[in-house]
């Protein structure tokens, strides 16, 4: 599958990497343009590519892993997604490079509005209830870390679901982003909620 990667953070730079290493083809963006990012993509792997924000949401599938305050102008009313999966990993916060400050949404969402930004997309909230260092860090023998995801199209969370398996978590559908995607938000409770789930051992005989 051809990813699109917006933000070439932590979460951009850890996704590309293992999108990358399962054999897919990623596009990653930052607000800089396709030079400044040449530095990150060399050290990830040869099927990653700077490219530009336009070219990365023309993907099949996209990440939205830019700051909470950046969505409004990342996702611009020009852009059109045409059903393609647009996934929200982001949490709002207003600030969190040193203290963590809480956007103010007056009693909205954060995945509906990214939702209502591209009312064309099939919006998925995964990615972004435990911080990456914990999402990816070892699990206890025979287990796989649960991670959570929301959204309103099954066809969209089918999709969600295998990537999500295929960087080795145990991906769980929650619900819908009215439901769900709220639940998964900054004070909700599967945000931080860190769960094991068995792995299945399949019989030789
Ligand atoms: N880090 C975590 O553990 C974690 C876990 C769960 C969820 N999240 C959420 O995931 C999102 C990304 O987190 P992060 O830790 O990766 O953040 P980060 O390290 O601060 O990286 C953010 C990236 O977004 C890029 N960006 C900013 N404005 C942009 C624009 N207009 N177009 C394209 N790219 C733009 C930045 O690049 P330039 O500014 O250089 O363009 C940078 O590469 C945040 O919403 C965060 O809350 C983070």
Redesign the pocket.
């Known amino acids: 599958m051809k990813i699109g990667i917006?933000?070439?953070?932590?979460?951009?730079?850890?996704l590309a990497s293992k999108y990358a290493a399962a054999g897919h083809e990623v596009l990653v963006?930052?607000?800089?343009g396709p030079e400044?990012?040449l530095g990150?993509v060399s050290k990830i792997a040869e099927s990653v590519t700077a490219a530009t924000?336009s070219e990365?949401v023309r993907c099949e599938l996209v990440l939205?892993?830019?700051?909470?305050l950046?969505?409004p102008?990342?996702l611009s009313p020009s852009l059109t997604w045409e059903g393609r999966i647009l996934v929200d990993?982001?949490?709002?916060?207003a600030s969190?490079?040193q203290d963590l400050v809480v956007a103010n949404l007056h009693g909205d969402f954060g995945s509906e509005i990214v939702a209502r930004l591209a009312p064309d997309a099939h919006v998925v909230k995964a990615?972004?209830?435990?911080?990456?260092?914990?999402?990816f860090s070892p699990t206890p023998a025979n287990m796989k870390r649960v991670l959570f995801i929301a959204g309103d199209d099954q066809a969209a969370l089918k999709t969600i679901a295998d990537l999500v398996a295929q960087v080795g978590l145990h991906p769980v559908a929650a619900g819908e982003l009215a439901v769900a995607g709220r639940q998964m938000e900054l004070g909700g409770p599967f945000s931080g909620l860190e769960l094991f789930a068995a792995v299945r051992q399949e019989s030789s005989a």
């Open positions: 917006l933000g070439t953070g932590k979460v951009g730079v850890t963006a930052n607000s800089r400044s990012v990150v924000a990365v939205l892993a830019v700051p909470w950046k969505v102008d990342v990993t982001t949490n709002i916060y969190y490079k990615f972004n209830t435990l911080p990456f260092d914990v999402m």
